[in-house]
Every structure is written in C-alpha cells, then in structure tokens.
C-alpha cells in the first residue's frame, strides 16, 4: 500500500512539472515538487529494497555507482554524437518491451510459475534493461549538457534533475533484479 502511494506521488509530481511547464520554472514550487518527487521515489525504493537480501542492495548500489560514473565521465568528456545511436536505442526499448510482454504469457499460461526457462528471459530482461537505461543516461547528460543539438534551457533544471534521477533509479532497479534474481528477500515479506 505504501509502495503505491509513493508511485501515485511520483506520477503526480512527473505530471505536474512535465505538463505544466510553468511549474518548473517558478522558484519556490519547483523546489517543492523535486522534493516531492524525490521523497515519493525513497519511499518506493525502500519498499522495493526491503524484499531483496542487504548484502544484494549494496553491492547493486555499489555498481550503480560505478556505472552511472563512468557513463556521466564518458558523457561529458566524448567528441562523438551519438545521435546515430537513436535507432539502437529504439530497438533496445523495443525488445524489452518484447521480452516483458513474453515473460507476462509465460508466467500466464505456464500456471502461475516460473520455470529454468522463464529465469532466462527473467535475467535477459534485467540485463538489457541495465544497458538501455545505460545509454538513456548518456543521452539525457548530453541533452543537459546541450553541445551540438540544442539542450534543456538553462530555466529546466529542475526537469533535468528529474530525468537523471529517474534514470539513475531505472539503472539500480535492474541491476538489484540482475543481482537478486526471481523471489529474493521472500522471507522479509513475512515480517
């Protein structure tokens, strides 16, 4: 229930910064929105990381620190455009979206249960889930970062602080799935 209204916080405060662009801008209401947002998405990682083993949460944010230090130095320091890398990302969204929708029909008509072969698209799905978010990060740094293409004006910041965390939280989410594996943590659930 709690991990549900921290997801219900989350979509209010994406909503009301992305669709009205004036909240972005207007000092003291985007502060308090970005708080809001960040507060809901605490709650929502808590839940989420209270059912996974704490030595497995640690080791995903110690990679995830690694990975989303070594994209932000890559970003920042590359001559490449990478706009040519549209179409590989676009493909790379689709698939998870392919294997999501077949791991759904698995878990549904294999009775409810997974097999050895449904942990297999299980782990392909947090693997390519971690790079795609990888290359999302690089992205949304270098929209920041304006460059070449045009960027988020300098008044968005508060958008480009929301994108980069969400996409930081995206990277630890799989990787916690990639580490933890189907049902890890089931007997905090007890508790």
Sequence with gaps: MLMMAGLCGVMGTMCSVMCCLENAVAVPVNYILLTVFTA???IVLSCVAARYDPVTVSMAICLCAG???SLTLYACTTKNDLEYCVGIVVILAMGVMMLSM?????YAFGGGSYRASHYIFYYLFALIGVVLMGVY???DIMLIMGGKHEGLEVDMYII???ILYMDVIYI???LLKLLGGEGDGDEYESM
Excluded: P, Q
């Design 67 to 69: 990975i989303v230090a």
């Design 102 to 106: 077949m791991s759904m029909f698995m």
């Design 172 to 174: 630890f989410l799989y």
């Design 160 to 162: 480009g602080a929301m």
């Design 137 to 139: 990060l690089i992205f």
């Design 40 to 42: 809901c998405w605490s």
